[in-house]
């Protein structure tokens, strides 16, 4: 019995003085063989660790034998438990979602104002985009920014994802100007394209190395030019 290198167990079966042939075993089977099953995993620590270099290096520059690597798995494992590279990216992004953008949700949806609301909002990804032991800046913002024709559709999920959050922003601030605590004229869909725009950017500044305070202070300034966004609104009192 020779063992080689891969996937592969080559096995000779002497048949008197010759030999009568071999048998192609996988590498799945030749677990299945040794304990009676396939070698157990964690699958929730093996997405986890798919996720984090997702996030560090972006969809196409990210291999599958990085991808083996990291979450300590045999190919035929990744493929039976995700089926391909694409849908293992995509069960990584609503991993993201699930894990990773608690201070976007819990701001937009706090008890309060709408401007601490927003404060809370760029405060919040200030601190989520430099986190210790976490890649710089949002998954949903690096992931993908610059794609193949091949990648168009894992391009296409990311802009989705982008989208959702503008309009969630955009609805926050929709529901304030309706209950009559910003001012009627105010354009909240600009405003959350710009307030968008202002994370990505932060994002993107993470991802260069900026710290915390560097990025609470791109915030300051976003605040303030809310502000006056606010002030031009407001109707002149008569």
């Known amino acids: 019995m020779v063992r080689l290198s891969g996937y592969v167990l080559i096995v000779?079966?002497?048949?008197?003085?010759?030999?009568?042939?071999?048998?192609s075993i996988t590498m799945e089977d030749l677990e299945k063989s040794r304990g009676g099953r396939p070698r157990a995993f964690d699958p929730e620590a093996a997405l986890d660790a798919a996720m984090l270099l997702f996030w560090e290096h972006g969809y196409e520059a990210t291999s599958?034998?990085?991808?083996?690597?990291?979450?300590?798995?045999?190919?035929?494992?990744?493929?039976?438990?995700?089926?391909d590279k694409e849908t293992l990216f995509r069960r990584a992004l609503a991993r993201y979602h699930e894990r990773e953008i608690g201070f976007a949700l819990d701001?937009?949806?706090?008890?309060?104002?709408?401007e601490e609301a927003i404060r809370l909002l760029l405060m919040g990804a200030a601190q989520a985009y430099t986190r210790p032991n976490k890649p710089g800046g949002?998954?949903?913002i690096s992931?993908?920014?610059a794609t193949s024709p091949q990648a168009q559709g894992v391009a296409d999920e990311l802009k989705a994802y982008r989208k959702a959050a503008e309009a969630a922003i955009a609805a926050r601030l929709a529901k304030a100007r309706q209950a009559g605590e910003l001012p009627a004229g105010l354009p909240v869909e600009r405003l959350a394209k710009y307030l968008t725009g202002?994370?990505?950017?932060?994002?993107?500044?993470?991802?260069?190395?900026?710290?915390a305070d560097d990025l609470r202070a791109m915030a300051e300034t976003a605040l303030a030019a809310w502000a006056i966004e606010v002030q031009k609104a407001v109707r002149p009192t008569e």
């Not at 000779?12 to 048998?23: A, M, N, Y």
């Not at 599958?64 to 995700?82: C, D, H, K, S, V």
């Not at 202002?198 to 710290?211: E, F, K, L, T, Y």
């Open 143 to 145: 992931g993908a920014l």
């Open 138 to 140: 949002c998954l949903f």
């Open 64 to 83: 599958l034998a990085m991808l083996r690597e990291a979450m300590g798995l045999t190919p035929p494992q990744i493929y039976n438990a995700f089926t």
């Open 12 to 23: 000779t079966l002497p048949g008197g003085d010759e030999s009568t042939g071999f048998v």
């Open 107 to 114: 701001a937009l949806g706090a008890p309060v104002t709408a």
């Open 198 to 211: 202002v994370m990505n950017g932060m994002s993107i500044q993470a991802r260069d190395g900026a710290p």
